[in-house]
C-alpha cells in the first residue's frame, strides 16, 4: 500500500526528506541486514545506495514468495513466436530448477563475483541463468543473441567471464540461426578464454559439445541445490552493455539492492500491478526492458511475468494477453503501429483483465497513443529511461489514487521519485535544452562503468560541473513538473540560428493518416546552416498517397516557414536497431521509393 494519495505529497517527500524516504521504500525487500543508511558518497564522488545492508535479489525474486504460499503461482509463462511452443513455470518450479542450476554454475567454479556471460533468445532457461547468478553472488552479462563472433569477442574481453552460457540457436523471425559458428568465432578472436560453455541444447538445432569445454545446461540442473548467497546492497548483480546511441558501448553496471528496492516500488507505483497479477513484457531479455521488468521487477513483486522469443504477432500478443489474463502490457510504438497496420478498422480488442498499456524505447505520437486508446479501450501512455537509468526517470503513476491528468497522457509524464531533471539550454534563457539530472541519481541507476575488471565513475555522463548525470536528450520541463522530451543532443536543428527538434516535426508528419512512420534529419543547407530533411513511410493499403508538398504544407502551417522543410523522400521502410529504434544517422544512404 503506497503512504502517498497525490503526486505532489510523493514528489515533495522524496525531496525534502530522501533518507526517511528511501529507508521506508526499502522495506518492500527482505534484507538480511536492513540498510542504516540510504545513501552514501563513495570516495571516487559517486553514490552506493543502503551501504553495508545484505540481502539476495534471487531470495527475493523467487525463495521468498514460495516462503509465503506463492508457491503454485505461476512466476514465468513463455511463448515462441518462432516454435509456437508455450511454457508454463510456477514458482516453485522455478526455486527447484534455479537452485539446481546454481549448483550446477558452482560445480563449474563460478563463485561470488564472477562473470557469467550469457547469449541467449528469450526463453525460461535465459531467466534462470539469470536467477542462478543472482542466487550465487555472480554477476550476470546477458548478450542479444543475434551478435556475431566479433561483437561477442569484444564483449567476452570486457567482462572476462569464467563460464558463457548459450542456446544451440537462436531465431530471425522463422529462419533457424545455429550458434555454434558465432562462439567459435568468438572464443578464437576474443583474448580472454573462459573456463567452461554451457550450451542449452534446442530440439531444432542439437549443437555438438567439444569435449572438455562444453557442458550441457539440463544436465546442470540435475546438480544438488545451493541455496542464496548474501551479498551486500553495493555488489553488483548485472553488467548490461548500451546500445551505443551515445558513443562506443559501454558496460553499465547495476548493484543489488538499490535495484531491488526500486523496481519493486517502481512495479506499484508506476504500473499498478499488484503481487499476483500478470506483467507482459515484449522486450527481448537481452535488452533493459527485459532484465527490468520481463525478469527482476515482475518477481520481485509476486507477479506472474509473461514473456516472449521473437517479435510477437498482432495476434499472439493479444492472445496471450487473453489466456493469462494480463493486467499491464509493455511494448513498443513499432509494436502499436504493427497493431495498427492489422487492424484497418478496428471494433477494439475484448481484454477485459487488460488494465492500461505502457510504450517506451522510441517517440510514440500522439496519434498512434490516441489509436491504441481507442483499439484496447485502455489507458496508454509513454514513459522515458534509458539502459543506464534501469527504470523510469519519468511516468505516469497509476498506483496513487488521485488518478493522472489527463492533460500530461500523450506526453512522457512527470519525474519518478528521486529523479530531478534541470534545463541545460545552449543559449542562455532559451525555454528548452538538454535534460539533466541531479546528482545522485535514485536507487536503481547505474553503479559505474566496468573497466579493467572494475566499476568506475560513469564519467562520461557527468557535465563539467561533476553535479548532473547527462541524459544526451533535449526537451522542456512545465510548469505542472511534466517533461516533453525533444529528442537526443545530436538531433536537435539548429535553422538560420533557431533551433527546433526533429521529433517536433515528426510529430507533425505522423498525424497525416496515410504516415505510417516517419523520421527527420539534419542536412547542411548554404543559406541556414541547417534544415531539415523527412523521410516518410506510407501506410500500407492507402487509397490516396499524400504529395511532398502536402506534407512540407502540413509542417509549415503547423510550425511556421521558417523551419525550411523542402524535401520528404518516401521510403519502404526505416533502418532500425534490434530493439526497435530509428537508426537515423543511417539515413543518408536511404533512397526515395516512387511513391
Same mark, same amino acid.
Given at each position: 500500500?503506497?503512504?502517498?494519495?497525490?503526486?505532489?505529497?510523493?514528489?515533495?517527500?522524496?525531496?525534502?526528506?530522501?533518507?526517511?524516504?528511501?529507508?521506508?521504500?526499502?522495506?518492500?525487500?527482505?534484507?538480511?541486514?536492513?540498510?542504516?543508511?540510504?545513501?552514501?558518497?563513495?570516495?571516487?564522488?559517486?553514490?552506493?545506495?543502503?551501504?553495508?545492508?545484505?540481502?539476495?535479489?534471487?531470495?527475493?525474486?523467487?525463495?521468498?514468495? *514460495?516462503?509465503?504460499?506463492?508457491?503454485?503461482?505461476?512466476?514465468?509463462?513463455?511463448?515462441?513466436?518462432?516454435?509456437?511452443?508455450?511454457?508454463?513455470?510456477?514458482?516453485?518450479?522455478?526455486?527447484?530448477?534455479?537452485?539446481?542450476?546454481?549448483?550446477?554454475?558452482?560445480?563449474?567454479?563460478?563463485?561470488?563475483?564472477?562473470?557469467?556471460?550469457?547469449?541467449?533468445?528469450?526463453?525460461?532457461?535465459?531467466?534462470?541463468?539469470?536467477?542462478?547468478?543472482?542466487?550465487?553472488?555472480? #554477476?550476470?552479462?546477458?548478450?542479444?543473441?543475434?551478435?556475431?563472433?566479433?561483437?561477442?569477442?569484444?564483449?567476452?574481453? +570486457?567482462?572476462?567471464?569464467?563460464?558463457?552460457?548459450?542456446?544451440?540457436?537462436?531465431?530471425? !523471425?522463422?529462419?533457424?540461426?545455429?550458434?555454434?559458428?558465432?562462439?567459435?568465432?568468438?572464443?578464437?578472436?576474443?583474448?580472454?578464454?573462459?573456463?567452461?560453455?554451457?550450451?542449452?541444447?534446442?530440439?531444432?538445432?542439437?549443437?555438438?559439445?567439444?569435449?572438455?569445454?562444453?557442458? +550441457?545446461?539440463?544436465?546442470?540442473?540435475?546438480?544438488?541445490?545451493?541455496?542464496?548467497?548474501?551479498?551486500?546492497?553495493?555488489? %553488483?548483480?548485472?553488467?548490461?552493455?548500451?546500445?551505443?546511441?551515445?558513443?562506443?558501448?559501454?558496460?553499465?553496471?547495476? +548493484?543489488?539492492?538499490?535495484?531491488?528496492?526500486?523496481?519493486?516500488?517502481?512495479?506499484?507505483?508506476?504500473?499498478?500491478?499488484?503481487?499476483?497479477?500478470?506483467?507482459?513484457?515484449?522486450?527481448?531479455?537481452?535488452?533493459? #526492458?527485459?532484465?527490468?521488468? /520481463?525478469?527482476?521487477?515482475?518477481?520481485?513483486?509476486?507477479?506472474?511475468?509473461?514473456?516472449?522469443?521473437?517479435?510477437?504477432?498482432?495476434?499472439?500478443?493479444?492472445?496471450?494477453?487473453? +489466456?493469462?489474463?494480463?493486467?499491464?502490457?509493455?511494448?513498443?510504438?513499432?509494436?502499436?503501429?504493427?497493431?495498427?497496420?492489422?487492424?484497418?478498422?478496428?471494433?477494439?480488442?475484448?481484454?477485459?483483465?487488460?488494465?492500461?498499456?505502457?510504450?517506451?524505447?522510441?517517440?510514440?505520437?500522439?496519434?498512434?497513443?490516441?489509436?491504441?486508446?481507442?483499439?484496447?479501450?485502455?489507458?496508454?501512455?509513454?514513459?522515458?529511461?534509458?539502459?543506464?537509468?534501469?527504470?523510469?526517470?519519468?511516468?505516469?503513476?497509476?498506483?496513487?489514487?488521485?488518478?493522472?491528468?489527463?492533460?500530461?497522457?500523450?506526453?512522457? /509524464?512527470?519525474?519518478? %521519485?528521486?529523479?530531478?531533471? *534541470?534545463?541545460?539550454?545552449?543559449?542562455?534563457?532559451?525555454?528548452? !535544452?538538454?535534460?539533466?539530472?541531479?546528482?545522485?541519481?535514485?536507487?536503481?541507476?547505474?553503479?559505474?562503468?566496468?573497466?579493467?575488471?572494475?566499476?568506475?565513475?560513469?564519467?562520461?555522463?557527468?557535465?563539467?560541473?561533476?553535479?548532473?548525470?547527462?541524459?544526451?536528450?533535449?526537451?522542456?520541463?512545465?510548469?505542472?513538473?511534466?517533461?516533453?522530451?525533444?529528442?537526443?543532443?545530436?538531433?536537435?536543428?539548429?535553422?538560420?540560428?533557431?533551433?527546433?527538434?526533429?521529433?517536433?516535426?515528426?510529430?507533425?508528419?505522423?498525424?497525416?493518416?496515410?504516415?505510417?512512420?516517419?523520421? *527527420? #534529419?539534419?542536412?547542411?543547407?548554404?543559406?541556414?546552416?541547417?534544415?531539415?530533411?523527412?523521410?516518410?513511410?506510407?501506410?500500407?493499403?492507402?487509397?490516396?498517397? %499524400?504529395?511532398?508538398?502536402?506534407?512540407?504544407?502540413?509542417?509549415?502551417?503547423?510550425? /511556421?516557414?521558417?523551419?525550411?522543410?523542402?524535401?520528404?523522400?518516401?521510403?519502404?521502410?526505416?533502418?532500425?536497431?534490434?530493439?526497435?529504434?530509428?537508426?537515423?544517422?543511417?539515413?543518408?544512404?536511404?533512397?526515395? *521509393?516512387?511513391?
Amino acid at each position: 500500500m503506497l503512504p502517498w494519495k497525490t503526486y505532489e505529497a510523493m514528489s515533495d517527500a522524496a525531496l525534502k526528506q530522501p533518507e526517511a524516504f528511501w529507508l521506508d521504500v526499502a522495506r518492500r525487500v527482505t534484507w538480511e541486514q536492513f540498510p542504516a543508511t540510504a545513501c552514501r558518497t563513495r570516495t571516487d564522488g559517486w553514490h552506493d545506495w543502503f551501504p553495508g545492508a545484505r540481502l539476495n535479489t534471487c531470495q527475493n525474486a523467487v525463495d521468498r514468495h *514460495v516462503a509465503e504460499g506463492r508457491g503454485e503461482q505461476a512466476a514465468l509463462i513463455w511463448h515462441s513466436c518462432a516454435t509456437k511452443e508455450r511454457q508454463v513455470v510456477t514458482y516453485r518450479e522455478l526455486l527447484g530448477r534455479v537452485a539446481r542450476f546454481a549448483g550446477g554454475l558452482r560445480s563449474l567454479g563460478v563463485e561470488k563475483g564472477d562473470r557469467v556471460l550469457i547469449t541467449m533468445p528469450t526463453m525460461i532457461e535465459t531467466a534462470i541463468a539469470m536467477l542462478a547468478c543472482a542466487r550465487l553472488g555472480a #554477476v550476470h552479462v546477458v548478450v542479444f543473441a543475434g551478435y556475431a563472433g566479433s561483437e561477442l569477442a569484444r564483449r567476452i574481453d +570486457d567482462v572476462t567471464p569464467k563460464v558463457i552460457i548459450i542456446a544451440s540457436c537462436s531465431f530471425q !523471425g522463422q529462419t533457424l540461426i545455429p550458434s555454434e559458428l558465432a562462439l567459435n568465432a568468438a572464443l578464437t578472436e576474443a583474448t580472454h578464454k573462459p573456463q567452461a560453455c554451457v550450451i542449452l541444447q534446442r530440439e531444432a538445432c542439437p549443437a555438438q559439445l567439444m569435449p572438455m569445454r562444453d557442458h +550441457d545446461f539440463h544436465m546442470l540442473e540435475h546438480s544438488a541445490p545451493v541455496s542464496p548467497v548474501t551479498v551486500k546492497s553495493e555488489d %553488483p548483480l548485472y553488467i548490461l552493455h548500451t546500445s551505443g546511441t551515445t558513443g562506443p558501448a559501454k558496460g553499465i553496471v547495476r +548493484d543489488n539492492g538499490g535495484h531491488a528496492v526500486a523496481l519493486a516500488l517502481s512495479m506499484e507505483l508506476i504500473y499498478g500491478c499488484k503481487p499476483g497479477e500478470t506483467f507482459f513484457s515484449t522486450s527481448d531479455l537481452g535488452w533493459v #526492458v527485459g532484465h527490468s521488468y /520481463g525478469v527482476y521487477a515482475p518477481l520481485i513483486s509476486g507477479c506472474t511475468s509473461v514473456i516472449v522469443e521473437g517479435n510477437a504477432s498482432t495476434s499472439a500478443i493479444q492472445a496471450l494477453c487473453r +489466456d493469462h489474463a494480463v493486467t499491464c502490457l509493455f511494448t513498443t510504438p513499432t509494436h502499436m503501429r504493427l497493431i495498427r497496420q492489422d487492424n484497418r478498422n478496428p471494433s477494439g480488442a475484448i481484454l477485459p483483465e487488460l488494465g492500461r498499456v505502457f510504450v517506451a524505447g522510441e517517440y510514440a505520437e500522439p496519434t498512434l497513443l490516441d489509436w491504441v486508446r481507442s483499439y484496447f479501450q485502455r489507458p496508454v501512455v509513454n514513459h522515458w529511461w534509458q539502459t543506464e537509468t534501469g527504470w523510469s526517470i519519468t511516468a505516469h503513476f497509476f498506483g496513487l489514487p488521485g488518478g493522472e491528468p489527463a492533460a500530461l497522457l500523450n506526453n512522457i /509524464g512527470r519525474p519518478a %521519485p528521486g529523479f530531478f531533471p *534541470v534545463i541545460m539550454p545552449s543559449i542562455s534563457d532559451e525555454y528548452c !535544452g538538454e535534460l539533466v539530472l541531479s546528482l545522485p541519481l535514485p536507487p536503481g541507476c547505474l553503479a559505474g562503468i566496468w573497466k579493467n575488471g572494475a566499476s568506475h565513475i560513469p564519467a562520461p555522463y557527468l557535465d563539467d560541473t561533476g553535479q548532473y548525470y547527462r541524459t544526451f536528450d533535449t526537451g522542456m520541463i512545465r510548469d505542472d513538473r511534466a517533461v516533453c522530451l525533444l529528442g537526443r543532443s545530436d538531433d536537435v536543428i539548429k535553422v538560420a540560428g533557431r533551433r527546433i527538434s526533429g521529433v517536433q516535426i515528426e510529430g507533425i508528419i505522423s498525424a497525416h493518416p496515410a504516415v505510417y512512420a516517419c523520421a *527527420v #534529419v539534419s542536412i547542411s543547407d548554404k543559406l541556414r546552416g541547417q534544415r531539415p530533411l523527412a523521410y516518410v513511410v506510407v501506410e500500407p493499403g492507402v487509397q490516396r498517397i %499524400p504529395s511532398s508538398q502536402e506534407i512540407i504544407r502540413q509542417v509549415h502551417q503547423a510550425l /511556421g516557414r521558417w523551419v525550411g522543410l523542402k524535401e520528404v523522400r518516401f521510403v519502404s521502410s526505416l533502418p532500425t536497431t534490434t530493439s526497435g529504434k530509428i537508426k537515423r544517422k543511417c539515413l543518408a544512404g536511404f533512397q526515395a *521509393v516512387s511513391a
